[in-house]
């Protein structure tokens, strides 16, 4: 069974910079798309951003795009999100996500990647 768990979440002010961390066990990742979600308090959760199994490619949510990157380390089993000049706007729970699935099938359909982190927090200080 693969396991996903977060770490690099925190408190940020407006302006400043992240790096999230998606570490995997239990299975190998390389053939995995993974990816990353956030939800807000009162809000629905939201695609942030994906990677396919080579990192080839990548996609972006509109409201993310030219401040945020995902990448992928697949010899250390881990996916990263680095994250700049956030705003207030992404504080958010961040969850990490993972799919078998082929890469253009999941997109930014939630109920299409099978595992799923437990999140971590970022808060974004105006």
């Known amino acids: 069974q693969l396991q996903l768990v977060e770490s690099g979440g925190g408190l940020v002010q407006a302006g400043g910079s992240l790096i999230l961390s998606c570490a995997a066990s239990?299975?190998?990742?390389?053939?995995?798309?993974v990816g990353w979600f956030r939800q807000a308090p009162g809000k629905e959760r939201e695609f942030v951003a994906r990677?396919?199994?080579?990192?080839?490619?990548?996609d972006y949510a509109d409201s993310v795009k030219g401040r945020f990157t995902i990448s992928r380390d697949n010899a250390k089993n881990t996916v990263y999100l680095q994250m700049n000049s956030l705003k207030p706007e992404d504080t958010a729970v961040y969850f990490c996500?993972?799919?078998?699935?082929?890469?253009?099938?999941?997109?930014?359909?939630?109920?299409?990647?099978?595992?799923w982190g437990q999140g971590t927090q970022v808060t974004v200080s105006s």
């Open positions: 239990g299975r190998t990742t390389s053939s995995y798309t």
């Open positions: 990677i396919s199994p080579s990192g080839s490619s990548t």
């Open positions: 996500v993972a799919s078998r699935k082929p890469y253009y099938y999941v997109g930014t359909t939630s109920s299409r990647y099978d595992y």
